[in-house]
């Protein structure tokens, strides 16, 4: 019989317990039924460009016909052909959250958060803003002509000269004071200005006022909070955050939506940190992945916008359960690109590449518990689904390998593992099969592939008989 194995990450109220795992998989799903089809390979990070060693790719961006990086207190400016030159003049850190945004003038306005100070690159030459009535910036976000900056502690976001980053004014200033919360962030969409605050966000337009050009949207207050700054991000022409009650919202219109299940924001609640969070979003092959990463748990989620369901990535050499080595995104010459949160390197995600930068990705699936109304179950055969006959010609995965193994107490505890072969290149009739499995009362079955090869999982089959205790 067909058992209920594919599917996404819903994790249990356990720290043990590992139900319904998915590691560097996710699930695609029939768009009229809703029924979860199968899972497919998360992206390999092939090495794009290597810069430098042991420091933070802290943010990348996008003007004109170069990427632009900031790896550690550099700024580093990278055409198509990855030749790149280093920027004259540095940030006054070398790690910590970092906010781009760019102007028509081809000013780059840099804000640093962990310094609190704001800089401009202009031509090949980044400074610090020298104007007195620049503030202490907590983000920055670009509009209709304007940088746009909330200041730190308060409930004041500024506005820049028109189409001039190194000009301020000390009554150019816009207040968020629906309620008496300090604003944190600034997000553009859609020509709305977002701001986000501890516990309330607000939408701002541009009204054409000659006094101060945005005012407060009717309609718009929120009493749902940001809980990281770095985590909110355009994703599915929408935006998504983590709220201050450790929820990831959407926003439906003004309306925002809870899209973690409780299981999963009751994860996050078990992290000692969330508000170092940080998230991008991408898009591929019909699917817009929102990605936020918990530094401080070593953690990254990803949230499936196409089918509503999550999943975790991770890299290895560091941890085989931490977090993923993306740290920041960009979409550049039709490639794209992520940073390495403790390495001056840059990857492209590759869906047919299956490691990160030479180093095993490891694909787990755990499924949901078998049972029968809590009687003996006698596990004859168990049957796995999969696109056989993947092995590479030569070398590492040249006779690919899938283990299994099984929990009967509920993820606690594991049995041996238990390995078999997905089939030679080319040997595309192969069975995975396991045989003579004992029995259980309730068993968790969990598969690994850790050969760089593709890895399509389909659908479980477990022969079994049930006794009449």
């Not at 943010?59 to 207190?73: F, K, P, T």
């Not at 609190?116 to 980044?126: N, Q, R």
């Not at 606690?412 to 390995?419: G, L, P």
């Amino acid at each position: 019989m067909k058992i209920p194995f594919i599917g996404g990450a819903y994790k249990g109220r356990s720290s043990n317990m590992d139900a319904q795992e998915c590691v560097n998989l996710y699930p695609t799903v029939d768009k009229v039924g809703g029924k979860v089809l199968a899972l497919y390979p998360t992206p390999g990070l092939k090495l794009w460009l290597g810069i430098a060693d042991d420091v933070e790719t802290r943010e990348m961006h996008i003007m004109g016909a170069y990427l632009y990086a900031v790896i550690g207190d550099t700024v580093y400016r990278v055409a198509a052909d990855r030749s790149y030159l280093a920027m004259t003049g540095v940030i006054g850190t070398t790690s910590g959250k970092i906010f781009m945004d760019h102007n028509t003038n081809s000013e780059l306005m840099i804000v640093d958060v962990s310094g609190g100070k704001g800089y401009i690159l202009s031509g090949v030459l980044v400074t610090e803003i020298a104007d007195a009535d620049f503030i202490t910036p907590s983000g920055l976000t670009w509009q209709d002509g304007y940088f746009i900056v909330t200041e730190k502690d308060t409930q004041r976001f500024w506005i820049s000269g028109l189409n001039d980053g190194t000009s301020w004014d000390t009554l150019e200033y816009g207040l968020v004071e629906g309620l008496p919360d300090d604003v944190k962030v600034p997000l553009s969409d859609h020509r709305e200005l977002w701001l986000f605050g501890d516990l309330t966000a607000e939408v701002f337009y541009n009204s054409a006022n000659p006094d101060f050009p945005f005012a407060r949207m009717n309609g718009s207050f929120q009493e749902v909070g940001i809980g990281a700054i770095a985590s909110a991000a355009k994703c599915d022409n929408s935006i998504f955050w983590l709220d201050h009650l450790g929820n990831v919202r959407r926003a439906n219109g003004y309306i925002p939506v809870i899209v973690t299940e409780p299981q999963i924001a009751w994860q996050f609640e078990q992290y000692a940190t969330v508000s170092d969070a940080r998230a991008f979003s991408y898009g591929h092959e019909g699917h817009t992945f929102y990605v936020i990463t918990f530094p401080s748990a070593d953690r990254t989620w990803v949230f499936d916008a196409a089918t509503g369901l999550w999943h975790t990535r991770s890299s290895w050499p560091n941890d085989p359960d931490g977090r993923w080595r993306a740290n920041c995104y960009a979409y550049f010459n039709r490639k794209h690109l992520v940073g390495d949160f403790q390495h001056g390197k840059i990857y492209e995600l590759d869906h047919t590449y299956f490691q990160d930068d030479g180093h095993t990705q490891r694909a787990v699936r755990t499924a949901q518990a078998v049972n029968a109304d809590r009687r003996n179950v006698f596990f004859h055969e168990f049957e796995l689904l999969i696109q056989s006959g993947v092995g590479t010609a030569l070398g590492a995965g040249s006779d690919p390998q899938i283990m299994l193994q099984w929990s009967d107490d509920g993820g606690h505890t594991w049995s041996n593992e238990h390995w078999r072969s997905m089939g030679l290149i080319g040997e595309y009739g192969k069975r995975v099969r396991w045989l003579r499995m004992g029995r259980a009362r309730e068993r968790i079955f969990k598969v690994m592939i850790t050969d760089p090869v593709d890895r399509v999982l389909i659908s479980a089959h477990l022969r079994a008989s049930v006794s009449k205790h």
